[in-house]
């Protein structure tokens, strides 16, 4: 009697090896990081009146210019960017549990444990430090994500197309009104007791998929052009990176240059209508933008091709503890900005909390290089890994 042997219980395929990575995804989270610093820092200023999109009014030039800046070129451009970077990334390891031949209810059920506990980690982030999270909202795009695996590639960007439309009424009717000079939201950032802060922070966080609805096309858009390569292999993607670069950046621009001039009191929308259409464009060039940024970064990458000097490979290690140095920046904003820190948020400007911004954002990249240099992985990343693989190695026994 022959006995045949069992066949072989396929492993979950454990987290991308740095020397497999590609450079294109990972150096567009580092620089994009720097985009984030740079959104998330101004929400941090209180203590003066605020104006449109909750900037706070600025009297100085500099500051109004910087503000012009910010809204057109960062503001609603950088979380899309974020977005697509995470769809991308979610049908990577879709691809990835594929190739080393795990069942399809396996890989799924890892991207769902995955998913809750981006929950798990953007409901702790919003109760110590930041009410503006967006792991938590990714962690329900990623049980999103896994419904989506089977859906057509024309689907998906009808369905990125069509979302545009909830965005423009959204976030239309979510500036329509003109503002009185006080917070109509995010008041944590304001509130001098540590303990009423963080009972208001969880409230808040419910809000904020208002202001960043438009991640929905864009990790759409993102979970596409996973499915094709256009970022692992750029180079073979040129003609769409340069369209899309060229197209989305300038529509950035365009579209956010109205509501950034009404940002900076350089012009005022005179009707109600005004403030819808401006801030409606605003967020839909926004996802143009963010996609528009990536591509751009795509191209970059060509050009670096594998001469990475030591500021790239610095980037690229933040890119790839992204989560870790996303976290990092809150942590050095409440240590510095919020009323019952040191309170910075009541006297510096617009102008210098991007100074801010940017040098925490330095800062985590040459924290990330030290860690890439010791062939460590960053925290956060090594803890979401450890609770998202934890079955593999039960499954290879």
């Known amino acids: ?38 959104a998330n820092s101004v929400v941090y200023l209180y203590g003066r009146p605020y104006g449109a999109r909750q900037h706070i009014v600025e009297d100085g030039l500099v500051d109004r210019v910087v503000s012009v800046l910010a809204v057109a070129l960062v503001d609603a451009r950088a979380y899309p960017m974020f977005a697509a970077l995470f769809g991308y990334g979610v049908v990577q390891v879709i691809q990835r549990q594929r190739a080393a031949g795990v ?11 995955r998913s809750r506990w981006l929950l798990v980690f953007g409901f702790v982030h919003v109760l110590v430090l930041f009410p503006g999270d967006i792991l938590g909202l990714y962690g329900v795009l990623g049980f999103l994500l896994v419904g989506l695996t089977r859906v057509s590639d024309r689907a998906l960007l009808v369905a990125a197309t069509a979302w545009l439309v909830v965005v423009a009424l959204v976030q239309g009717a979510a500036y329509m009104v003109p503002s009185d000079g006080t917070r109509s939201f995010f008041w944590s950032f304001e509130t001098a ?25 864009a990790v759409l858009v993102g979970t596409w052009a996973a499915r094709r ?16 670069a060229v197209v ?25 209508l005004g403030l819808w259409t401006t801030s409606a464009v605003h967020a839909v ?14 191209l970059l990458a060509v050009r670096i091709g594998a001469r990475r000097g030591p500021v790239v490979l610095a980037i690229t290690a933040c890119g790839e503890r992204s989560l870790s140095c996303y976290l990092f920046q809150s942590v050095v904003f409440v240590a510095l900005l919020v009323p019952y820190t040191l309170g910075l948020g009541a006297k510096l400007g617009t102008a210098e909390v991007a100074l801010v911004a940017l040098g925490t954002w330095v800062v985590s990249v040459l924290v990330a290089d030290l860690l890439r240099r010791g062939g460590r992985r960053g925290p956060a990343e090594a803890l979401l890994r450890r609770l998202t693989y934890r079955r593999a190695g039960k499954m290879a026994r």
Do not use: C, N, Q
Not at 103 to 113: C, Q
Not at 198 to 211: A, D, H, K, Q, Y
């Open 1 to 38: 009697m022959t006995l045949t042997p069992p066949s072989p219980i396929p492993t979950l395929a454990g987290p991308v090896a740095a020397r497999e990575r590609s450079l294109a995804p990972d150096l567009a989270r580092g620089l994009m990081l720097a985009l984030i610093a740079l």
């Open 103 to 113: 069942a399809e209810k396996d890989a799924k059920s890892l991207l769902r444990r």
């Open 193 to 217: 007791d540590p303990v009423e802060a963080m009972v208001l922070r969880p409230i808040e966080w419910l809000i904020t998929p208002v202001g960043v609805i438009g991640v929905g096309s």
């Open 229 to 244: 390569g256009v970022l692992t292999d750029p180079a073979a993607h040129r003609p769409l990176l340069v369209r899309t």
């Open 248 to 272: 989305g950046l300038i529509a950035a621009l365009a579209g956010g240059l109205p509501m950034g001039l009404a940002v900076g009191h350089f012009w005022e929308p005179t009707s109600v």
């Open 285 to 298: 060039t926004g996802i143009a933008g963010g996609l528009g940024y990536a591509a751009l970064i795509g």
